[in-house]
C-alpha cells in the first residue's frame, strides 16, 4: 500500500444513523475522552473522509481542551503506513532524536530531536505531565514534529494530545452578574441660619422703603382729552390714524366746496402725502379740517 498517505482500501460508507448511534455509545461509555455525542459524531465524519471506519476515532483521537488531537501512535503508525521510515537515534529523559524519511516525499532522512532544554525555554516543564514523563512528552514532540516535516498529508494538520496540553488554556469568561449600582442617599437639607443673622435680615427687608402703587390706567374721558376731544375705541394707542368721524368731516366740507373726488385726493397728496383720508393720522386730518373751514368761511363770505 505505497503511494497512499491516508486513503484506505477498506474505507466503508457509515449510514449517518448508524454514526450517530456510535457516537452516543462512545460519549456514554467515557472511556475515550470523548464527553459529549457531537463531538465523537464529529471525529466520526473526519475518519470517514479519510477512508477509516468511524469507530477508529475511538483509538486515535482525543478531546483536549475542547480541541481534537490524534494521539502520536496514530500519527506514527499513518506515517509508516503511508511508507515512511523512522529510525530512532537516542530516547532518554533528557533527549530524544530520530531521523525520518518517506521514498517519495522525502528520500533524504531529516533529523529531529527534543530536548529538555528546550522543553524548558518553551515553559513547558513546569506542567505535570512534563515532571513525571519527561521521555513520552519529548517521543511525542519528535514524532509530531519529524512526520509533519516529512509527510505532513498522514497527519492532516493535527496536533497531538500532547501537544494539545501545552496550549495556553483560553481565559476562562467572567460569569459573574454585574453590581448593581448603589443608590446614594438624598442630599442633607441646607443647614438653617443662626437667629441673629435671621434677625438681621428681617430688619434689612423692613428698612427697605416701599415701592410706589402702580398708576390707574387713564379714563377715556382722559384719553380723549389728550387726543383732541374724542374718546379712542378701547386698545387704540395714542399716536392713532384719523378716525371715520374725521373721514365723513372732511369729504362733507369738500362736498361743500364744490370739490370732486380727484381734485380732494390731489389736494390730499399735495398737503399731506397721500390721496386716501383713511390714511391720515389724527393730528393731519385736524389741521386739514381746520383749513377746509377757513376755505368755507371765506366761501360764504
Known sequence: MTGELVKNSEARNIPMNEIERMGKAIAASGLFGIKTQEQAIALMLVAQSEGRHPATVAREYDIIQGRPAIKAEAKLARFQEAGGVIE???????????????????????????????????????????????????????????????????????????????????????????????????????????????????????????????????????????????????????????SENQQKCIHAMAKSLGLTREQLEADLLSACGTPHTKELTFKQASAYIDALKRMLGEHNK
Open 88 to 242: 530512532w537515534e537516542e530516547m532518554t529523559d533528557n533527549r530524544c532524536a530520530a531521523r525520518f524519511h518517506h521514498p517519495l516525499f522525502c528520500p533524504k532522512p531529516v533529523l529531529v530531536e527534543w530536548t529538555i532544554g528546550q522543553a524548558r525555554a518553551a515553559e513547558l516543564t513546569s506542567k505535570d505531565n512534563w515532571k513525571k514523563y519527561p521521555r513520552a512528552m519529548l517521543r511525542s514532540r519528535v514524532i509530531s514534529e519529524g512526520v509533519r516535516a516529512v509527510a505532513p498529508g498522514s497527519s492532516l494538520g493535527m496536533y497531538t494530545p500532547e501537544e494539545v496540553q501545552d496550549f495556553d488554556e483560553p481565559a476562562p469568561k467572567n460569569v459573574t452578574p454585574p453590581k448593581a449600582f448603589k443608590q446614594l442617599p438624598p442630599p442633607p437639607p441646607p443647614p438653617e441660619p443662626p437667629q441673629e443673622a435671621a434677625q438681621e435680615t428681617e430688619a434689612f427687608i423692613a428698612e427697605q422703603p416701599e415701592e410706589p402703587s402702580p398708576k390707574p390706567p387713564l379714563t377715556p374721558e382722559e384719553i380723549a382729552e389728550r387726543t383732541g376731544g374724542e374718546v379712542l375705541p378701547k386698545g387704540q394707542k395714542e399716536a392713532r390714524m384719523s
